[in-house]
């Protein structure tokens, strides 16, 4: 195997994959990066078996054939490279030697026939939607998935097909997360993707209006970004029927710009997150919502001018559940909407119902 490859090129490309590269593994290959050289383009490839990612770059080749590098190794001297030519070979004893302008390297690869093939996905049907709708769907949405393992169908986002629409929903027992898009669909499809597979999309697609292409079998999803092809897993279980927890009505109903009430309840939050629950009380009545918390620290009191119909409320609630949404709202102004105050909270844009956020409440001593 001879290759020639430009290094900002190949270096680009190894990022991509090396993103799928397993960190937390005994078996060493599963470290590396499979490389085969085949007409003018190279195919890189990386897994941990739960998530596969597959590059294509175009490279001369001198001489076909593949072989698999320790990733970080590999990466690391890349990237230290000049911004030139990189030549690649494979002599005896499994050495790789890497050569640009007067920069020579010789290390140990594995035998590539040890490194193992990412499944077959039969690219029958597929749905395309466009990458920046996707990305903001997987941004607003996957950091309310939970982080308990015991509860595994909770580590991912449900994505459901039907009716034109692609609806991303993501919970963790105290709050959802629920995203909606156009896409064009002739078949309803409902599957759960790992929250880390999203994640991970997400840094590979761009902020354009350029397709992306999912395929979805009974196991795996196949993501296909221009020369890129990510497959993961799908987690087994049923989802939770988040339809049913979605409130139908409310009493109160409250509008007011997102950055005045992210903005307070972070200065409040100051002192509630010393306390047991990150705490912090909203009491709404007439044009003001007022939003207080204390410590053992000590307390604070803020004031925000809002829109308000509906009957009074007092109600509490994490604040972190509360500053990681707002941080991803895109509107200036946003709903909120309360029941009860025992009854979740529903936060969402002004301009769209696209987006819905719920949020339960933590019970006050007084209740």
Do not use: W
């Amino acid at each position: 195997m001879r290759f020639s490859c430009h290094q900002k090129a190949l270096l680009s490309s190894i990022n991509i994959v090396q993103k799928a590269v397993s960190s937390k593994t005994t078996l060493p290959i599963l470290k590396g990066i499979y490389i085969e050289a085949l007409d003018n383009y190279l195919k890189l490839v990386a897994t941990d078996l739960e998530i596969g990612i597959e590059h294509i770059v175009e490279a001369k080749t001198h001489n076909k054939g593949s072989v698999v590098v320790d990733a970080r190794l590999f990466s690391e001297i890349i990237r230290k490279l000049p911004d030139a030519e990189v030549e690649i070979s494979l002599e005896e004893n499994n050495q790789i030697y890497i050569k640009c302008e007067n920069s020579e390297f010789n290390i140990v690869s594995y035998n590539s026939q040890d490194f193992p093939e990412l499944p077959t996905i039969e690219e029958d049907y597929s749905y395309e939607i466009s990458q920046d709708l996707f990305k903001n769907m997987i941004r607003q949405t996957v950091f309310a998935t939970s982080q308990d393992e015991s509860r595994p169908v909770l580590t991912g986002a449900l994505v459901e097909i039907e009716n034109d629409t692609l609806n991303m929903v993501a919970l963790d027992g105290y709050r959802l997360a629920l995203k909606k898009g156009k896409i064009q669909s002739h078949i309803d499809n409902k599957v759960i993707i790992p929250a880390k597979t999203l994640s991970e999309i997400n840094r590979i697609i761009s902020d354009n209006e350029e397709q992306l292409t999912i395929t979805l079998t009974n196991n795996h999803a196949l993501f296909v970004i221009g020369n890129t092809k990510m497959i993961s897993r799908l987690l087994e279980g049923e989802f939770i029927n988040y339809k049913q927890i979605l409130p139908k009505e409310y009493k109160s109903k409250v509008k007011v710009k997102t950055r005045n009430l992210l903005d307070s309840i972070e200065r409040a939050s100051l002192v509630a997150r010393e306390g047991k629950n990150n705490l912090v009380k909203f009491t709404i009545s007439d044009d003001k919502m007022t939003i207080t918390s204390n410590s053992e620290l000590g307390k604070v009191h803020e004031q925000i001018y809002i829109d308000f119909e509906g009957e009074e409320v007092e109600i509490a609630f994490n604040s972190k559940y509360l500053i990681d949404v707002l941080k991803i709202m895109e509107d200036e102004e946003v709903y909120l909407e309360f029941t009860t105050n025992l009854s979740p909270g529903i936060l969402k844009p002004v301009s769209n119902d696209n987006y819905i956020y719920l949020i339960l409440p933590v019970r006050l001593s007084s209740n």
